[in-house]
């Protein structure tokens, strides 16, 4: 058996995560099916408690009130706009990894009925609040 050497051990596994990482930041730019301006996905975080299903989507600079959030057909769908701020819109760019433009994130959620979908802002994510009904 031949001992692995560290330093090639570590570089082809800090390969895998680049290309990794690179194969996730592309998808935030697909051209998603049946739309005809590109959309980029945001991450999420669903988290269910005793009474609520909490959606947590990473979206800085989104104002609650101007992002769409609605349940059809067992997912909810969170769109929008992230626009670059108008005082940028002159500026030098020298790096932008944070994406702008038209969003839209379909999650699938779990089996349940929900009354309500409030939206607000938490440490520069929009928090959707689903209100879990008893079944009827």
Excluded at 5 to 31: C, H, T, V, Y
Excluded at 102 to 130: H, N, Q, S, T
Aim: charged residues 30%; contains cysteine; positive net charge.
């Amino acid at each position: 058996m031949t001992a692995r050497k560290p330093d090639i051990f570590m570089w082809a596994q800090m390969r895998s995560m680049l290309n990794e990482a690179d194969e996730m930041r592309g998808r935030f730019f697909e051209l998603r099916k049946g739309k005809a301006t590109p959309t980029w996905e945001p991450p999420a975080d669903v988290i269910e408690t005793a009474t609520e299903l909490l959606v947590l989507v990473a979206l800085p600079g989104v104002d609650p009130n101007t992002a769409e959030a609605a349940i059809q057909n067992g997912e909810l769908i969170v769109g929008g706009t992230r626009r670059l701020p108008e005082s940028l819109r002159t500026a030098r760019i020298h790096r932008m990894e944070l994406p702008y433009g038209r969003f839209e994130r379909r999650i699938a959620l779990p089996p349940g009925r929900y009354d309500a979908v409030k939206r607000e802002a938490a440490d520069g994510c929009l928090l959707i609040r689903l209100h879990k009904t008893e079944r009827t």
